[in-house]
């Protein structure tokens, strides 16, 4: 394994820490679009939004649905604190849904100031996020299969 | 003696008692497991992000926050966190016996209040306090501190609030609560550290707007780990209230044995008393 080739990344949400190990990249959902780390990036502080996260390790690749936050990069060291990060398995396929459902509904009303509608708008993200991540275990498995 | 058979009754609905209390302590011992396990598991976030906004803060020179701004209190708004469940012991009342005292100190000074638990709730509704808004059977989840932070975040910062309280029981230990009134707003315990090294950081979006926006949230953080502290401080209390309650009816239940016996013996002693008289009447009198 080429340790200079990776960095430590931590994903750290409200319920748990997530994830902490060594990774080679990871791509993320960053405020004005997706953004890619690689070890040795220059110190970073970004806002995330809710989005998918990708990284990839010697161990392999993972993917994850994430909501709110922001990443810091100092030191070769990525910390990503989260509302939340959910694996394929660990979405609530039908809450996600009925989320979805419901704010599509909500957002073709016309009567919603700008503020409004951009703060829907990132929960409809939200939401399609984790419907995107948890398809992705439907692939792997029939894959596997 | 029909005091035999009242004690007898008195020890069965003791013991019947005790089962109770005996179950509730089994099921206190098991959910304080999980409520410290829940804030143990959230306080890396907490921790980390309080330090990465001290080391920002530090790092960027920018201090200055609209959520920090001190201004002289007009308006308060105090959240008390009590229980939605009794059989706590003195859990409750000492929150609110601390509430009251916050009252009557501040006696002139208007206070708005906000109410979660139905225990407390109830006590202040009956004491006819003005209450703006109460949350019953609350769970400390995220959605929950996110929607009340959300909700004073914007009231302090359109100015209809000055300060922001909030009255909480805090877990110094598992056995131990002791209540605690902590500042929420103006976000005033953030402690700028600077590194040694002040790194060249590329902020995105810019670190004015980015800074804001973590500290947005961070109102969020703290609002969470108070409600998973409240929890583990409720469990805790109920668990001590609890095996307290079992251990006195165990007390209650050697000392009305020891009076069954007595009323017992007092019983057989009196017949052997009455037989030995009748019989001692019959031998004189034959």
Redesign the interface.
Known sequence: MNKAKTFILEI??????KFRGRVKEVYLQ???GR?GILANH??????MRPGILEAKSWEGDFSLAVG???I?F?NNQA?I?A?YAEAPDEVDVEAAKNKKAELEKEMSVKTLTSEEWGKKYWELQSAITRLKVSEMKEEKTEQNV | MSDIRTIKRKIKSVINIQQICRAMKMVASVRIRNAER?MM??K???D??RQ?VGE?MAQTGEVYHPLMEVRPVKNTLLIIITSDKGLCGSYNSSIMAEAVSYFKEHAGEPVLIKVLGAKGLNYLVRRHYKIEESFKNWEPT?ELAHKISSEIRERFLSKKLDRVLCLYSHPDSTMVQKPRLMTLLPLVDIDVQCNAKC???????PPRE?LG??LH?YLD?IV?QILLEANVAETGARLRAMTNATDNAEELIDELHLQYYRARQDAITTEILEVSGGAEALRQGG
Do not use: C, H, M, W
Not at chain 1, 12 to 17: D, E, H, N, Q, Y
Not at chain 1, 42 to 47: E, F, G, N, Q, T
Not at chain 2, 199 to 205: A, G, N, V
């Open positions: 750290i949400t409200p319920l748990r820490v960053a405020y004005d953004i220059s110190p970073l502080v970004a806002i709110e936050g922001f810091k100092t910390t604190l509302r | 829940r598991q959230s890396p976030f907490t980390r992000y990465v920002l995220f790194l060249q950081i590329s902020f995105e979006p980015a926006l973590i949230n953080v969470y």
